[in-house]
């Protein structure tokens, strides 16, 4: 089970992981990440133990910034950095295509764009690449 909760306030995130005896056994926080507080709960006591769970914090930031920042780094446009973060966020091309109202070829170009780019090869790389973006 994954739950996925958006927020402002990293202060707001380490208080609940701190005032929670449950998480605090089983969740990490990870401070590396620039974007992200990642939690981690990989086992739960009591009626849920056979149960695995991953929950995700994340710290809000405007996207337009993410998308500046990106282009910056790796000298995108701003249409192949929007690409790039939806696929490091787990999106498919398919729906990035669907949601931007153009082809699946012109996802196809822009991919190999930013794979050009970035000198990534295949999705997962720029999934592992951009995890701190």
Known sequence: MAMRIKGTDRKAVEALVDTSEALRDYVRLYPEAKRRAVEIVTGVAGDYADMGMELVIEIAEDAAARI???GKRFDLTASEALLALHIADGGSTADYAASRGITRNTVRNQLQAVFDKTG???QT?????LADF
Request: no cysteine; net charge positive.
């Open 120 to 122: 990534a090869r295949r």
């Open 68 to 70: 500046e920042r990106l």
């Open 125 to 129: 790389e720029l999934v592992r690449l």
